[in-house]
C-alpha cells in the first residue's frame, strides 16, 4: 500500500491537462469508481486495525491532494490560462513605468542646493494668508498704487490688515520668519503663489516662487550682489550680473538682476531680444520699515532680500516657451526630464 500510496502522490502532483476532456478523464481514473484512489480505498478495508489509522490518514491526505489538483486545474482551464503562463516570471522587465522628477521641483531642489551650500535654510509659509503679512508689513500702505502690481485673488473680509487672500508672493514668508526667529536669518523661502492674470504663453494664475532673505548685523548691498553672482555661476554657468534701479516697497534700494546670457546663437538674440541680457529677479535692501514692523532693530540689522520666479527659470533651463505645459501634465513632456 505504502508504495502505491507514493506512485500515486507523484501522479497527482504532477497532474497535467490540455483540454477539459482529459481532466475528466485523469478525473475518472484517479476518484472515479473504478479510479485508483477509489481502488486503495477499498484495499484498504482489509487492512489491519493498528495501521488503519496511519494508512487512513494518508489516504485521505492523498484524495484531498487529488481533488485540489483538479479544481486547480479546472480553473486554470476555464481562464484559458495554462499552467506556464501563470507561473511568476521573476526575470521579466516590471511591467510599471517609472515617474520622473517634476521640472520646476527639479529647479526648485537645484536652487536650494546652491543655496545650502552658503548657509541657507528652507522655510516655508501658508498660501492663504493674510494682509499684513502679504502687503502692510512689507511696507505697502493701505490703499497705495503699489497694491495693484500684484492682482490680488481675496478670500474673506476681516477687516484691514486681517483680510484672508492667496498670497501673491513668497515674500509673506520673509515676514513670518523675522516676526518669529532669532537673527542672524539666512533662508530661502520656496512656494506658490496666486495671481489674477489673464493666462498666457507667458503668466498662470498660480506659479511658483523663491524668496531669499538674509538678515544680521553690517550686510550689505556688496553681500547681496556677490551672493547673487555665486547663484547666477551656480546655476547658470554665469557669473557676469548688472543690478538696475527698481522699486519694491519693501526694498530700499531695490533692483532688478540680469544675467549676461550672451549672444552665441539665434536662440539667444531670440530669449535676450538681441541684447544678450536676461531678467532673473527683484532683490534690494530690507527697508528699515519692514524690519521694524517685525520687531527688528534696524539701526543694529541691515538685510537683503530676492525672489525669482521657479517657472522663469526652469524656462529658460529648458527652453520651455509656453508656461502652460507645466502644469498641463502631459507625460510625454514631463518624461523628457528624468
Ligand atoms: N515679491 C516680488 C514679486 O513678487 C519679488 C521680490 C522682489 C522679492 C524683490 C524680494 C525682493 O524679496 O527683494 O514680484
Redesign the pocket.
Given at each position: 500500500m505504502e508504495t502505491q500510496i507514493e506512485q500515486l502522490w507523484q501522479l497527482a502532483s504532477d497532474l497535467q491537462a490540455k483540454n477539459a476532456q482529459e481532466l475528466e478523464a485523469h478525473r475518472i481514473g484517479l476518484l472515479g469508481k473504478k479510479g485508483k484512489i477509489t481502488e486503495l480505498f477499498e484495499a484498504f478495508k482489509q487492512v489491519s486495525a493498528e495501521e488503519k489509522k496511519m494508512w487512513g490518514q494518508k489516504l485521505n491526505a492523498l484524495k484531498k491532494l487529488a481533488e485540489t489538483k483538479i479544481e486547480a486545474l479546472k480553473s486554470q482551464l476555464q481562464d484559458g490560462t495554462t499552467k506556464t503562463e501563470n507561473v511568476l516570471d521573476l526575470t521579466k522587465p516590471a511591467p510599471l513605468a517609472l515617474g520622473s522628477t517634476h521640472p520646476l521641483r527639479k529647479v526648485r531642489q537645484e536652487i536650494v542646493d546652491i543655496f545650502r551650500h552658503i548657509g541657507f535654510s528652507v522655510s516655508e509659509g501658508p498660501e492663504i494668508d493674510d494682509d499684513w503679512h502679504v502687503f502692510s508689513a512689507l511696507n505697502f500702505p493701505a490703499d497705495h498704487p503699489a497694491r495693484d502690481m500684484?492682482d490680488t485673488f481675496f478670500m474673506e473680509s476681516l477687516g484691514g490688515k486681517d483680510d484672508l487672500l492667496l498670497r501673491?508672493?513668497?515674500?509673506s514668508v520673509?515676514v513670518r520668519l523675522m516676526e518669529s526667529q532669532a537673527l542672524p536669518i539666512r533662508a530661502l523661502c520656496p512656494g506658490r503663489?496666486f495671481r489674477n492674470e489673464a493666462i498666457s504663453t507667458r503668466s498662470h494664475c498660480m506659479f511658483h516662487?523663491i524668496?531669499?532673505?538674509y538678515i544680521d548685523e553690517n550686510v550689505s548691498f556688496a553681500d547681496m550682489k556677490q551672493t547673487l553672482s555665486y547663484f547666477t555661476t551656480a546655476f547658470f554657468g554665469k557669473s557676469q550680473i548688472r543690478l538696475r534701479p527698481s522699486y519694491?516697497p519693501?526694498?530700499e534700494p531695490?533692483a532688478e538682476m540680469d544675467v549676461y546670457w550672451g549672444l552665441n546663437s539665434e536662440a539667444d538674440y531670440r530669449i535676450t531680444k538681441g541684447t544678450g541680457w536676461l531678467e532673473i529677479?527683484?532683490?534690494?535692501m530690507v527697508d528699515p520699515n519692514v524690519l521694524e514692523a517685525s520687531g527688528i532693530d534696524s539701526k543694529k540689522y541691515t538685510g537683503f532680500?530676492?525672489?525669482m520666479g521657479i517657472e522663469r527659470i526652469a524656462m529658460l533651463r529648458y527652453q520651455i516657451t509656453d508656461i502652460r505645459q507645466f502644469f498641463e501634465n502631459d507625460k510625454r513632456i514631463l518624461h523628457q526630464f528624468v
Open positions: 500684484q501673491t508672493h513668497t515674500s520673509q503663489v516662487q524668496e531669499g532673505l519694491f519693501f526694498t531695490s529677479m527683484g532683490c534690494g532680500a530676492f525672489g
